[in-house]
């Protein structure tokens, strides 16, 4: 670093990972600036999701380096990983994967709570969250009684709850209608510029990848272009 | 993980996750209660105040309370005892499929925690909590279950044939001690069962695919065969009282060969049916090859029951065939094996119950590919023989194998000319409790037709 550029949140180098036979990445580089929003596209298969999990320290490549917020994943073990994501990075997925028997609001202060902050504590922050994702009727319901953009909502409160640094999205819009996508975009793109989070979104939508600075565009496990939005 | 955490978290409130609870703590509650029996049963020599406890046929103390012969005479006790702990073998069988039960909500769920931020650790604890909680409150209705017995089996029953003595207060300690036991083991289960599950924050689970047998197999079996040669080589001429331990040793050894040898029989079956030519037999064949664990714990079970029933077999028949004195002595023997032969039907029955969870299961897990394979083409009574023979294909063979090794080895033991009085009523045996076992199996895939129906559900064609 040169003392000008803020140090990157999330720096691939190199990194290469494969399923059995099918080659998803082959040696992808790129990085992330604080604050920065980020959209990986590409068509089915490019490995835009392999390289979002890889970059989450889900998965674990085969190849390369990930740097996250300054730690080196390849030296971390899985529950050091864990932690990391626990504490400083959010996730959202496709179908936002709430623990089923779990209420709306305990699911949202469950990162808390496994943290080891007291129940009111973390009840309390989720339901300021919740109140922000606009469910703050449906605290007490469980995930099965939630649409799938309230279950989308409600998994991005989740990931917002304890003030990450970084935010992974998978096709966050990937299930629901146009409406309920701006929805969800507005709240996830404006809690991240709100709070100086990164936020990296994977997305074969365009009007997804139109809210970032940048996007990265994969072809084949590999960086097709880097196209500047904004 | 702070208590509150792993409170909100343990707590079943999914009905297939308060059914696998009720499961577990029922069979807990059952083998505990039958544990609880046995060690009455094995106390009673402590109330006859330092006194023999040995008595002739028949001849009950009054302070017994018309007990039954069986239990009061010290050298019949032995084996009422071993009854009551080995029909624990397969109950406790059953509470460990139960652990297993109800996998792709339970580890959605697990991978659900994991994305939340929950390490490995913190699943297998959350895991250790629930079996361990279910495993105590198991724990806890084992004293209820053994007053039900006591109840059954020794205040309903007419005098001379009652099996279960007066609980003492020594039965507090008992069970204050099975409530531990059943606590840590379950704890422990569950957190083993939970370990064979890879539990990774994306919405796709990856269980650690069954595993053909391995090393802690072979020094199994080996172990278990030593135990059955060496406890048999020796019973015929083993003093008096020592012949009881003998039976255990070979009971243990029968065991360990049959739980180990089980799965890979099956695994074998599996493999042939897998090269015939039926589409039945080649699905049936690759399910069993794949995963022969619990169709071979469950065969394990049956050639164990059919080991009893072929005993049974031959000494009954070769008992009939002789001249032992008065009536009162037939009834005596043939009340004795009436009672066992009830023993061995109620473990059959919870074998068959564990068949049926498993397959249950399994229809959960395959869900999609059954789906598919319905969009494919495939008749849905199809799928239902493939379930019906999954059943049966294992269970029935090893219930008369068990017979006819059983009445093999009580031939052996009781010496020249009892095979040939008992080889047609052990051939029936065999064949009657074959049939029974298809039976009962295929009144099983009938139970899991409602759940079949539900696993081919197109629906399922979306399920990730």
Known sequence: MNGLTPEPVLELTGVMHAYRRTVALRGISMSVSPEEVVAVTGPSGCGKSTLLHAAAGIVRPQGGSVRLLGQDLGALDETARTVLRRRRVGIVLQFGQLVPDLSVLDNVALPLLLEGHDRATARTAATDWLCRS??????????????????????????????????????????????????????????????????????????VAARADREIRLRDGVVEAVTVLR | MRAHTLRLLAQPTAAAERGRFLLVTGSIAVAGGLLLVGQRVARLYMDTDGASSTYSYGG??????????????????????????????????????????????????????????????????????????????????????????????????????????TPGPLDLLAWAATLLVAAAAGAIAGAVVQKRVVAEPLSVRRRIGPQPPGRANVVG?????????????????????????????????????????????????????????SAVDVLVGARL??????????????????????????????????????????????????????????????????????????????????????????????????????????????????????A????????????????????????????????????????LRPRLRAATDPENLRVA
């Not at chain 1, 709850?161 to 209608?177: K, M, N």
């Not at chain 2, 005479?73 to 039960?101: D, N, S």
């Not at chain 2, 699943?123 to 017995?149: F, N």
Request: glycine share 14%; hydrophobic share 55%; aromatic share 4%.
């Open chain 2, 221 to 277: 079996l080996v172990a278990g065969l030593l135990l059955v040669v060496f406890g048999f080589g020796q019973l015929t001429e083993a003093p008096g009282g020592g012949e009881y331990l003998l039976l255990v040793v070979v009971l243990v050894g029968l065991l360990l060969v049959a739980f180990t040898i089980g799965p890979r029989l099956v695994r074998r079956l599996g493999g042939r049916l897998q090269l015939r030519e």
């Open chain 2, 289 to 406: 090859h794949v995963d022969p664990q619990t169709a071979g714990r469950v065969a394990a079970v049956l050639v164990v029951c059919g080991l009893a029933l072929g005993v049974e077999a031959l000494m009954v028949s070769d008992l009939l065939g002789r001249d032992i004195g008065n009536g009162d002595d037939l009834s005596f023997y043939l009340t004795g094996f009436g009672m066992a032969a009830v023993g061995v039907l109620l473990v059959v029955v919870v074998a068959v119950l564990t068949l049926l969870i498993g397959a249950a299961d399994q229809l959960l897990d395959a869900r999609r590919p059954l789906a598919s394979l319905v969009a494919l083409g495939v008749d849905e009574q199809i799928l239902e023989k493939v379930l019906r023979r999954q059943q049966s294909a294992a269970a029935a063979p090893a219930v008369v194998l068990g017979v006819l090794v059983g």
């Open chain 2, 60 to 165: 009950l103390a009054p302070s017994y309370g018309g007990l039954a012969p069986y239990v009061t005479q010290a050298g019949l006790r032995p084996g009422v005892v071993i009854g009551a702990v080995l029909v624990t073998v397969p109950v406790l069988a059953l509470a460990l499929q139960a652990l297993r039960v109800g996998s792709l909500a339970r580890e959605r769920r697990m991978a659900s925690l994991r994305l939340a931020g929950a390490t490995a650790r913190d699943v297998r604890t959350v895991a250790a909590a629930e079996a361990g909680v279910a495993a105590a409150a198991g724990g806890l209705l084992a004293g209820p279950a053994y007053l039900l017995c006591w109840l059954m089996l020794g205040v309903l029953m007419p005098a001379g044939l009652r099996l279960v003595p």
């Open chain 1, 134 to 207: 606009g469910l703050e009727a449906e605290t007490a319901a469980t995930p099965a009684e939630l649409s799938g953009g309230q279950a989308q909502r409600a998994a991005v409160a989740r990931a917002l709850v304890t003030g990450p640094s970084v935010i992974f999205a998978d096709e966050p819009t990937g299930s629901l209608d146009t409406t309920g996508g701006e929805l969800l975009l507005d709240l996830l793109v404006g809690a991240a510029r709100e709070r100086g989070a990164a936020l990296v979104l994977v997305t074969h939508d365009n009007m």
């Open chain 2, 408 to 447: 093999a080895g009580a031939a052996y033991l009781s010496g020249d000319g009892a095979l040939a009085v008992g080889l047609l009523p052990t051939l029936l045996v065999a064949a009657v409790a074959g049939g029974a076992v298809g039976l009962v199996t295929r009144l099983a895939a009938v139970l």
